[in-house]
C-alpha cells in the first residue's frame, strides 16, 4: 500500500532573468514523494536536477521565478502548504526548513563554516528548532555523530571542519540534515567530489538513516549505478521536465524513453567488448531556446513523424508504476483514455 503522499511537485515552470534573455529552465516538472520513500532525480548537466530541489526549500537566486505550477508539502502536523506561495525568508520557511525538509549539498566543506566548531554547527540546527538546553543539544549531536560513524565524537566534536577529511565532513553535514529529524531529505550530488570508497560508504550511511528513522530521501545525481543501488522509484529529467519515471527495476529492465536509453546505454559495462563509450547524439539546447514539441526530439533517433516537433507529448501509463511521455507509446494512452 502506498504511503501518504508528502511532497507533490505539479507542472512547475520557472526561468531565470539575465542579460542574455530569458532562460526557460524547468519546463513543467511533476513529481511526488510519499513518506518514508526513496526516490531519485537522474538527468545530464544543466537539466534542472538542482534548480528543482532549490525551488523546494526555497533557496533560489534572485534572478529566478517560478512562472506556474505548485510545490505542495504536508508537514508532520498534516498542514498543506503551497512552497511556491511562501517568503524566501522569514518563520514560516524557517519552520520547514532543517525541522521538515533538509539538504545534504555536494561540496561538504564549503557548506560547514571554517570558524565554527562541528559541535558547534549541529547544536546551532538543535537549538534552532527544538526546545532543548545546550547541554541536551551537545548530547544529541554526540549520538548523531556516533549514528553516522564518527570515531571517538566526544573529541571530534570540538574539532573545525579542516581537521577532518572530505568523507568525514559529508557524515557531519548528513548529522546536520537529521539533526532535526526531517520528514524529507534532498541529497543533491552527496558523493560527487569524494573518491569511490568513501563514497560507497556515504551512501551507505545516506541509506541506512533513511530507513532507520523512516525519513523520505530525494536523491539527485547523474550517476544510474548510485540511483540503481539507492532509490525504490526513479525521475528521468530532461530539459526540466520528467520524460520517463517509474520503479527503479522496471525502467531499467525495460526503459522506454529513447532518452532514457540512450542514459543507460552510456554507463560504461566491465564486461563484452571493449569499445567507444556511446554517447548521446547532439547537444542539449539551450534553455533560452526551448525547442517546440518533444523536448527530446532535437536529439532523438525515435522520431515518429512531425508531431514530435510539434507537439508536447503527455505522460502514458505504460505499466504499474510505470510512466513515459514520448509519442511512441501514444496509443498505450488511447487504451488507457478508453479503460
Ligand atoms: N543563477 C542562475 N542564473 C541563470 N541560469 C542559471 C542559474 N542557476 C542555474 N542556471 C541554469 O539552470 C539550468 C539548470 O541548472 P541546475 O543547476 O539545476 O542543473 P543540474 O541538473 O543540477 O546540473 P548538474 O548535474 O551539473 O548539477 C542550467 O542551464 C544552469 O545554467
Ligand atoms: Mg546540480
Known amino acids: 500500500m502506498s504511503r501518504e503522499t508528502i511532497l507533490s511537485i505539479k507542472d512547475l515552470h520557472l526561468s531565470f532573468s539575465s542579460e542574455l534573455g530569458i532562460a526557460r529552465v524547468l519546463n513543467g516538472i511533476s513529481m511526488e514523494v510519499h513518506a518514508g520513500q526513496s526516490v531519485g532525480v537522474v538527468g545530464e548537466s544543466g537539466c534542472g536536477k538542482s534548480v528543482t530541489a532549490y525551488s523546494i526549500v526555497k533557496l533560489l537566486p534572485r534572478n529566478a521565478k517560478i512562472t506556474s505550477g505548485e510545490i505542495k508539502y504536508t508537514t508532520k502536523a498534516g498542514r498543506v502548504v503551497d512552497m511556491t506561495q511562501l517568503p524566501n525568508e522569514g518563520k514560516d520557511i524557517r519552520s520547514i526548513r532543517g525541522s521538515e525538509i533538509s539538504m545534504v549539498f555536494q561540496e561538504a566543506m564549503s ?155 552510456s554507463i560504461p559495462r566491465m564486461t563484452g567488448p571493449r569499445g567507444t563509450l556511446f554517447s548521446i547524439e547532439g547537444t542539449v539546447p539551450s534553455a533560452y531556446v526551448i525547442p517546440d514539441g518533444c523536448l527530446f526530439h532535437t536529439r532523438c533517433q525515435d522520431v515518429v513523424g512531425s508531431i514530435c516537433c510539434n507537439e508536447r507529448p503527455q505522460r502514458v501509463k505504460i505499466g504499474e508504476k510505470h510512466y513515459v511521455s514520448c509519442f511512441r507509446y501514444m496509443e498505450n494512452r488511447e487504451a488507457n483514455d478508453h479503460a
Open 111 to 265: 557548506s560547514l563554516s571554517p570558524v565554527h566548531t562541528i559541535g558547534n554547527q549541529i547544536c546551532e540546527a538543535i537549538l534552532l528548532h527544538q526546545n532543548v538546553n545546550k547541554q541536551e543539544a551537545r548530547e544529541k549531536a554526540i549520538r548523531l555523530l556516533t549514528a553516522v560513524g564518527i570515531s571517538k565524537p566526544e573529541q571530534r566534536i570540538d574539532e573545525y571542519p579542516f581537521q577532518l577529511s572530505g568523507g568525514m565532513c559529508q557524515r557531519i553535514m548528513t548529522a546536520i540534515a537529521l539533526a532535526c529529524n526531517p520528514r524529507l531529505v534532498i541529497a543533491d550530488e552527496p558523493t560527487t567530489a569524494l573518491d569511490v570508497t568513501t563514497q560507497a560508504q556515504v551512501l551507505r550511511l545516506i541509506k541506512e538513516m533513511q530507513r532507520e528513522f523512516d525519513i523520505a530521501l530525494i536523491l539527485i545525481t547523474h550517476d544510474l549505478g548510485v540511483v540503481a543501488h539507492m532509490v525504490e522509484y526513479m525521475y528521468v529529467v530532461y530539459l526540466g521536465q520528467v520524460i520517463e519515471e517509474g520503479l527503479v527495476e522496471d525502467v531499467f529492465n525495460n526503459p522506454c524513453h529513447p532518452y532514457t536509453r540512450d542514459l543507460m546505454k
